[in-house]
């Protein structure tokens, strides 16, 4: 028998009340049936979260900046041998709680739309092509390609969904057909055409009038119809019950729940499918489409082993958890995720040339900008100011300098711009680790800037870091700036004062190793911007506005300091292209380097249309074709 057959099967012997019940994220046992107590919420955004110590891969953003699909498979691969085997432990127990079953809420594949939004970090960036791309790399490495499904992938925020967070319970997107299908649905499409995702997750806010969570035009039109999608769809957490709450497009929680059923949402996270059962006494529902429903979800469970004792993934040992194997592929993808966006030829850096090196800035020691959000938790975590520490053999000097965002904020009754002063002053270079941490960033009820709900008001560093960096660049010393975000920080200043300036996106546990090894030369850096950096807060359009007129590097206007796909190297290279498809590329000296080849079209506006990670040693040429 199939896995359908068999969920038909199943669910055939099943209750009205019953059927409904499993349509519960936390779906309850039925044990007349020998089915266990299931909880369908797991996240693993760049790790398995929320389980415990697990591996902490970098942010899903850094992630996308090392343009490197075949390495980003591997770590998704890692991820779900770490996933399989908490499973295989925690189903001892004899069910599974949340965060502890298979059905994982990843990856997050909106458009980085606007850079203000708090959770774009989350996201691959700006570009539909790199964002699926990247996408298809991670679900298949979830996934896997046995007999059994390995996870369940769910590709989400499904759809037109980016900000702003405060508003998303009741938020309107109206969009044009043009942006739609070339912006903010490409991504979807394209997972769904080359990975076949196993699950999908319904926003929040409306499109066009429409809740993403029982839109007829976004579901059954596009998903199911024109996308060919034979998945199940799961509903946002609370997003159904925000139909007559928040988007007022029903009365009640019955009409909610009908609304949403009828229109394919088979599975909710939250509590409004507890009214299906006065949905289907008042006629709104059938029992047909709740069968329906429940089928899909048996379907997946039987398809990743659950009912069955030949899952080839039973075996995945609970010690591949941060095992040194793990370690080692988190601090390659830390590496290729660093981005170089200026350098004056003082990186990498001369040991024997310093003797004191001063690390300043509230980000130099920070546990919280090397996990971002959606994380687990690492056993073993590497800050940038430690290391730096283990790398370099001479002196170094630490100073916070300030807070990160508190302009009112001492240490201990004292002044920490002047603590950062006296510690510049006594070293020989100079290394700033500023910028954002995810608790300045985030989603709804998780970041600082209360009245906008984790966006961000706008893209500069927040004061007390401006002004400690005025301090220490009115000493003159060399200067290496980094800067550690999950988004867009104007850096105009930092690209006019510093010597080198670096962005290093939330960087996982390996963060600071990976830092220290790109800075002393251990490694060539060979990131790319996943997205457009402005120079400032008047280049962006209105926050709320979902055009895409005037935003990412498709469609900007104007000049930015730093553009999308931007990113320098420690080797000499040089691209030589010989016709539309195939192009050599020459290291001329400096170091070897992996280096990500884009490939663009130009008209009628920029797009970026593949690429490719290569690695190019000191005097080779190396020929790639597209």
């Known amino acids: 028998m199939t896995f359908l057959e068999r969920a038909k099967n199943l669910v055939s012997k099943m209750t009205i009340e019953e059927k409904i019940a499993q349509m519960r994220y936390d779906a309850p046992a039925i044990e007349r049936l020998g089915v266990p107590a299931y909880n369908w919420w797991n996240e693993c955004l760049h790790g398995v979260a929320r389980q415990g110590s697990a591996t902490v891969f970098p942010q899903a953003i850094a992630m996308a900046s090392s343009f490197n699909t075949e390495l980003m498979n591997k770590v998704a691969t890692a991820i779900s041998d770490e996933a399989r085997a908490k499973y295989n432990e925690f189903k001892k127990f004899g069910s599974t709680e949340q965060y502890q079953g298979l059905t994982y809420w990843s990856p997050n594949i909106n458009i980085f739309r606007d850079p203000r939004w708090g959770r774009g970090h989350e996201t691959y960036g700006e570009d539909p092509l790199l964002t699926g791309k990247m996408g298809v790399a991670f679900i298949k490495g979830l996934q896997g390609e046995g007999k059994y499904r390995k996870l369940d992938a769910t590709i989400k925020h499904y759809a037109v969904h980016s900000g702003p967070e405060y508003e998303r319970h009741s938020f309107d997107a109206i969009v044009s057909k043009e942006d739609l299908y070339e912006t903010y649905l490409s991504a979807f499409k394209y997972c769904i055409d080359n990975a076949k995702p196993s699950a999908v997750m319904g926003a929040y806010n409306r499109v066009n009038g429409e809740v993403c969570c029982g839109s007829k035009t976004l579901l059954q039109d596009i998903l199911f119809g024109e996308f060919g999608f034979d998945g199940y769809v799961v509903s946002d957490c609370g997003a159904i019950r925000d139909f007559h709450t928040g988007h007022k497009v029903t009365t009640c929680e019955a009409e909610s729940a009908a609304l949403a059923l009828n229109n394919g949402c088979h599975l909710n996270c939250g509590e409004a499918y507890l009214s299906l059962y006065e949905a289907y006494e008042m006629d709104l529902i059938t029992e047909e489409a709740i069968t329906e429903a429940v089928e899909k979800l048996f379907e997946a469970r039987f398809r990743l082993g659950m009912f069955d004792d030949d899952c ?270 195939e192009v050599e590329i020459s290291n001329k000296g400096g170091m070897d380097t992996s280096y990500s080849v884009l490939k663009f079209k130009t008209e009628p506006h920029p797009e970026l249309l593949d690429f490719k990670k290569v690695f190019v040693r000191v005097g080779e040429t190396i020929r790639v074709e597209f």
């Not at 290394?431 to 209360?450: F, R």
């Not at 005025?470 to 975000?485: A, H, Q, R, W, Y």
Request: proline letters at 6%; aromatic letters at 10%; glycine letters at 10%.
């Open 312 to 581: 080839e993934y039973d075996s995945i040992p609970f010690e591949v958890v941060e095992c040194d194997e793990h370690r080692q592929l988190n601090l390659k993808m830390a590496e290729e995720s660093i981005v170089l966006l200026k350098n004056n030829g003082i990186l990498p850096l001369d040991k024997s040339k310093y003797k004191t090196i001063a690390v300043i800035g509230p980000n130099s020691d920070r546990f919280s900008v090397l996990i971002g959000n959606y994380n687990g938790n690492p056993s073993k975590y590497i800050t940038p100011l430690r290391g730096i520490q283990e790398e370099f053999d001479g002196k170094v000097i630490f100073s916070s300098g300030c807070h990160p965002s508190n302009v009112d904020s001492c240490m201990w009754g004292g002044h920490p711009i002047r603590e950062g002063i006296i510690a510049a002053s006594k070293a020989d270079l100079v290394i700033m680790c500023m910028g954002l941490n995810p608790g300045m960033e985030g989603e709804e009820g998780d970041a600082y800037n209360g009245d906008v709900a984790g966006d961000k008001k706008d893209i500069e560093l927040p004061e007390p870091q401006r002004m400690l960096f005025d301090e220490i660049m009115k000493l003159g010393k060399p200067t290496v700036f980094v800067n550690i975000s999950g988004s867009c920080v104007s850096l105009t200043q930092q690209d006019e004062s510093c010597d080198a300036v670096i962005q290093c996106f939330y960087g996982g546990a390996e963060c600071g190793h990976a830092l220290a090894n790109v800075l002393f030369g251990k490694a060539s850096p060979s990131g790319r911007l996943p997205v457009t950096f402005y120079r400032s807060t008047e280049d962006l359009p209105p926050f709320r506005d979902y055009s895409m007129e005037n935003r990412t590097y498709k469609f900007f206007k104007g000049k930015p300091l730093y553009p999308f796909g931007y990113g320098l190297t420690y080797g000499q290279i040089e691209e030589k292209w010989l016709s539309e498809n």
